[in-house]
């Protein structure tokens, strides 16, 4: 089931980050008591009332040479565009605004749910003068302190009730898989080309691609696949500024419907840091994942191109080394033949069910090679493993004292699950616990 998606949205300085960071539960966004502090939106994933939910934090966008007014309402449309439920955030302390109310014209246009939330409501003097907010025209304003945490879940019931219905999903046996990565590395292109027809519109302009496009598919095996291909960046006819860091919404909100990721990299361009960062996003997911180098065509190539492509891919995706690589062209086709197989391949390692009985042998014949380690005189003792959920394969160990399994170990454990049985293309969860 895809997120649903808040955006807070304001004017700068109004505590935008500390109510995030609070929402959130923990210190993501950079706080201080300066306008224009945070420089991206920032994502996360929360939950309130059993309700999963993507948090973005608009804070301050960096538009060079604009004017500031121009940043709110840049701010402001970025959020309009993405979010299910926009919290409107401003200031006990100041009062109403001028800039409170361009914002405020600007979400007049949002054909979206929009609370009032007003901050820095410290105390009962400041809560008492919350009501000349109504003003701005969005109903009843909600009293929040992001300071000492107060009023935050009056916030968040009244941003779940927002939420849209939960459409109940009809039940669908295919693989679902979705291509990300920044724009212009050709996603829709590798689209067109896997299907064979043009179904998807084609441009070198970045941001092309409007809306999450689901296209639906037989391999000649007759297994059935549904492809996401991520919307892009633009919007009402505008593509912003720094466009690169406004797709990663779309992203998040494919790599949630997707068993298997293809993260598309370009390589006439290398790689960027927003490859990474979008590459991350679908790692801490849990989805199985397969590095897509398209335009392999464009390179002058001898024997050697590829071993040091993949090692320069393996360098910078340190955190990636079981995803497989496959060098594609969507222009010309090449290997594209491969990548079906390769999909159906890692969905099956993301949802592989391992024995307890084997998983006790290879854990034995391991901590035999490589004995626990002791730490300050005591000994990590590992008494069994067993498998307690798919995609991602996650595996719980019961030890004497879950502070002695050091993350290298950890990591020594996984590898030799890997060399026992295949889980390329899927990462691998560990989780310690201690027998009592």
């Known amino acids: 089931m895809t997120k649903s998606v808040i955006a807070i949205v304001g004017r700068p300085n109004v505590g935008k980050s500390t109510i995030f960071n609070r929402i959130a539960g923990e210190r993501i966004s950079i706080v201080e008591d300066t306008p224009g502090v945070t420089r991206d939106r920032i994502y996360t994933t929360s939950e309130w009332l059993g309700h999963e939910f993507s948090l973005i934090d608009t804070g301050g966008i960096e538009i060079s040479d604009a004017p500031f007014m121009e940043q709110i309402k840049q701010q402001a449309e970025i959020a309009i565009d993405e979010a299910d439920v926009i919290i409107f955030l401003v200031s006990a302390r100041e009062g109403v605004t001028d800039a409170d109310e361009r914002v405020a014209q600007i979400l007049y246009r949002a054909d979206k749910p929009i609370l009032l939330g007003v901050n820095k409501a410290d105390n009962p003097e400041q809560r008492q003068d919350i009501f000349d907010f109504y003003s701005l025209g969005f109903g009843e304003p909600i009293a929040v302190s992001g300071a000492h945490g107060q009023g935050l879940g009056d916030l968040l019931d009244a941003a779940v009730a927002k939420f849209p219905a939960e459409d109940d999903e009809e039940e669908d046996d295919s693989i679902k898989f979705s291509l990300i990565g920044r724009p212009n590395v050709g996603k829709s292109s590798l689209v067109n080309a896997m299907l064979k027809e043009d179904r998807v519109i084609v441009s070198q302009i970045e941001g092309t691609t409007r809306d999450a496009i689901d296209t639906k598919f037989t391999a000649e095996d007759n297994q059935e696949f549904t492809m996401i ?167 719980v160990v019961f030890v004497n004292d879950v502070n002695l399994l050091h993350f290298s170990y950890q990591r020594f454990l996984k590898n030799q699950l890997r060399k026992t049985f295949d889980f390329t293309g899927t990462p691998i969860h560990l989780i310690p616990r201690q027998r009592k």
């Open 229 to 395: 291909d991520t919307a892009g960046i633009r919007k009402r006819g505008k593509v912003y500024e720094n466009t690169e860091k406004y797709a990663v919404m779309r992203a998040l909100r494919a790599i949630d419907r997707s068993d298997v990721v293809l993260v598309v990299l370009n390589a006439e361009e290398g790689i960027r840091e927003q490859d990474k960062k979008v590459a991350g996003y679908a790692h801490e997911a849990g989805r199985g994942i397969i590095i897509v180098v398209n335009k392999w065509d464009t390179l002058k190539k001898d024997n050697h191109t590829m071993k040091e492509f993949e090692n320069h891919v393996r360098d910078q995706f340190q955190y990636l080394d079981y995803a497989p690589i496959i060098f594609v062209s969507a222009k010309t086709g090449v290997r594209l033949q491969n990548l079906p197989a390769m999909i159906e391949q890692v969905s099956e390692n993301q949802n592989r069910r391992i024995q307890s009985a084997l998983l006790n042998e290879v854990l034995m014949d391991a901590t035999t090679v490589t004995p626990t380690p002791a730490i300050n005189g005591k000994r990590l003792r590992i008494y069994y493993m067993t498998q307690v959920a798919v995609q991602p394969p996650t595996f």
